[in-house]
């Protein structure tokens, strides 16, 4: 089960996976409960998820997200039904349709995101027979997907989005679904514009930021008021406001991205001083 704060782990990809391993272990050593791998960097995360699984104690690991574009839905109840069974409990299972710009890169078709996920869904329930699945949270940034997730999934892991969109998705969801919103936090004010930018470039961010009234300029500039909405400063009050803002809006969980991503020594450095729960 998801611990009440996480940690964003992508940094973790950059390394060899034996020195990523015993960085793990230094992340559960640290107080972290839950560390969060992308599919991105063309690391395996199913392979990765299982390797620090094997290497920890108590660690949850959560993938933000799976591309179902990646593998059929057959393929994803064995991979995660198998790590279910071996850590029950341990393992979460985000999967998301991506970025049609990621998805084509690796030559799939980027169909219709709301009945692709909802027929991938299906599918996987239908297969699953007697294995037991892990927790299933969509990815999901619009209110369609948000919508689905409160329907036939387990719950929502949402990213690059504001404490407003953390309301709406809780209302969108309902009660008794979870929600784990990510929350930037900047070590290094002068990168982070650079890392906004990166990801204003892909539609479905700069969609969603639309519906919560930022402007075309506010986009196209990175103006203050995005910084101010999706980053908060590494200091320790401004950041535990912001987590309880997050959980006031719904959040029962929050995976805290540090940006820009940094190399995983200074993530190791800065877990000196724990995250605040």
Request: with cysteine; charged share 20%; aromatic share 6%.
């Amino acid at each position: 089960m998801l611990t009440p704060v996480g940690l964003w782990a992508g940094f973790l990809d950059r390394l060899p996976a034996a020195e990523a391993v015993e960085a793990v272990k230094q992340i559960e050593a640290a107080g972290v409960g839950t560390i969060w791998l992308q599919e991105y960097s063309g690391v395996d995360p199913f392979v990765r998820a299982a390797l620090y699984l094997g290497a920890t104690d108590h660690l949850v690991v959560a993938l933000g997200v799976a591309v179902i574009h990646a593998r059929d839905p057959e393929a994803m109840v064995a991979v995660s039904s198998t790590l279910e069974e071996a850590f029950p409990g341990r393992f979460v299972l985000g999967m998301g349709v991506s970025h049609r710009a990621l998805v084509e890169r690796r030559g799939h078709e980027y169909t219709a995101p709301i009945p692709t996920m909802r027929t991938y869904l299906q599918a996987m329930d239908e297969t699953a027979g007697r294995r037991k699945l892990p927790l299933r949270l969509l990815g999901g940034l619009g209110p369609k997907m948000v919508a689905l997730a409160g329907e036939a999934a387990d719950g929502v892991h949402t990213y690059f989005s504001p404490v407003a969109h953390t309301e709406a998705a809780r209302e969108a969801i309902g009660p008794d679904r979870l929600l784990a919103p990510t929350q930037m936090v900047s070590i290094d004010d002068a990168g982070v514009r650079d890392y906004l930018q990166l990801c204003l470039g892909m539609p479905n961010y700069t969609k969603n930021l639309e519906r919560f009234g930022f402007t075309d300029h506010d986009i196209t500039t990175t103006s203050d008021a995005v910084v101010d909405a999706l980053v908060v400063r590494d200091e320790p009050e401004a950041l535990q406001q912001r987590i309880a803002e997050q959980r006031a809006a719904g959040a029962d969980h929050v995976a805290i991205q540090l940006v820009p991503p940094p190399a995983a020594a200074v993530v190791l450095d800065r877990l000196a001083t724990p995250l605040p729960e």
